[in-house]
């Protein structure tokens, strides 16, 4: 279990001081201190006047090459300097809490009425912010309609977590609503878990009205291996807009969704399960119903800090080396200059 950070910085800092002779150079010669060095070639027989090139595209080129060489110099100098990137890891040393959510996946949850959003896409970010906020924990998904499917067991690998989370769309497990094979397949997940909190976090929108194990039996299930039950009734009441592509037929289904469901029942399974419910109806309304799950679920953890450091200094040099090729190309090759 591990979070990491990474921090540019350079080890020399004292190099930069190099840098001063940019401005001093250009100083100097605009003081006429330091002059280019020339060499005249008088031909006796030329009565005429000395050629000039006044070209503009010769201009714009010459600039170019003092910008090449300036910004040679300088990557030259930054090399110098001993730039690394820190990577600092936080190495949790004991473990978090289990936190499994089940997501309900049914076609009415792509009713649009949380801020624009569906009720997926919704519940998917307020998990998403929660996961980024909990390096600690571990986190579990099983997705349920009709039927039910472990996603991703618990796990500190949040990164994995939440590319199965992406995954998920509606309508992919049917169209009913088994609230009770979700909840027992979440506790089956969970049993045998060492975590010292264990908890899961029930999204849904709808009444259980398919599978043949009734929610009130998986309640009391994890209340005998010690889990914490919470419901969040997602949704607002009323018609509300829906659209979603069958994932099955790829058909699209699009007009009105009557949200109408009774919460009692998803009040009675917090309950039993010694959690809480919340009725969501906004964004808000489910960052502060998974913040306080996050309080709640909350253990101490002991922990140390890993670092490692990466060298650029040759990233720098390479830049140098074709920093200063262009301003020499542009000025001996294109500009033809001795």
Known sequence: MKQMLRLPLFENPAAFLFLAAIPALFILRKLRVFKKIAFPLVFSDWKGKSFVWKGRV?????VLSVVFSVLGYAALVCAFADPVIKKQEKIYTSRGADILFVLDTSPSMAARDIAGMTRLEAAKQGIRTLVNGNRGAAFGLVAMASEAAAVVPPTTDHELFLRRLDSLVTGGLGEGTAIGIGLSSAVYHLITSSAPKKCIVLITDGENNAGSIHPDTAAALAVESGITLYTFGIGTKGAVPIEYVDPQTGKVHAGYYDSEFD??????????????YFGIESTQ???EALEMVSRRQKVLQTFHYKSSNRDLYSYFLIASAVLFFLGWFIRHILLKEI
């Open 285 to 287: 309304a489910l960052a």
């Open 263 to 276: 919460s009692s029942a998803l009040e009675q399974i917090a309950a039993a399960g010694g959690g809480r």
């Open 58 to 62: 010769s201009g714009v080129l010459g």
